[in-house]
């Protein structure tokens, strides 16, 4: 990832208000995801809350991951913003690194072409 390498990493809100130490704590956790894979090229954060008081994590992260034309979805739910946030990035670095593996494999000689020899 060199200097001039600049991916979309926007911040929302639904029923919350995206503080700034929110938007930097969010910037912090998912950027360094973003920092292992150099083809993401943009990464949309929702962050919610659930306003039933019935439901205990009503904190919500969700994170769609665009990344060479595919999308990678993932959703969280807590009872803090912060630890909802944790627990998205977290599950998001391990879908990039399946991703990211699964297609180095596929550039190598793991090719859906490559007959199997028995």
């Known amino acids: 990832m060199g200097d001039n390498y600049k991916m ?3 911040v929302t809100g639904r029923n919350v208000e995206v503080t700034d130490a929110i938007k930097a704590y969010v ?27 019935s439901v205990a994590d009503s904190h919500v ?4 991951c665009q990344i060479a034309g595919d999308i990678i979805r993932v959703e969280e ?16 670095e391990r879908q990039v690194r399946k991703y990211k593996e699964k297609h180095q494999k596929a550039g190598g000689n793991a090719s859906i072409r490559t ?3 028995e």
Do not use: C, F, R, W
Request: aromatic share 4%; proline share 4%; net charge negative.
């Open 115 to 117: 007959p199997i020899e």
């Open 77 to 92: 739910q807590a009872e803090s913003m912060y630890a909802s946030i944790d627990l998205v990035a977290d599950k998001l």
């Open 27 to 53: 910037k912090e956790k998912i950027g360094k995801v973003a920092s292992h894979y150099d083809q993401i090229q943009s990464i949309e954060t929702l962050l919610s809350v659930i306003k039933n008081p």
């Open 8 to 10: 979309k990493n926007h």
């Open 61 to 64: 992260a969700e994170v769609n």
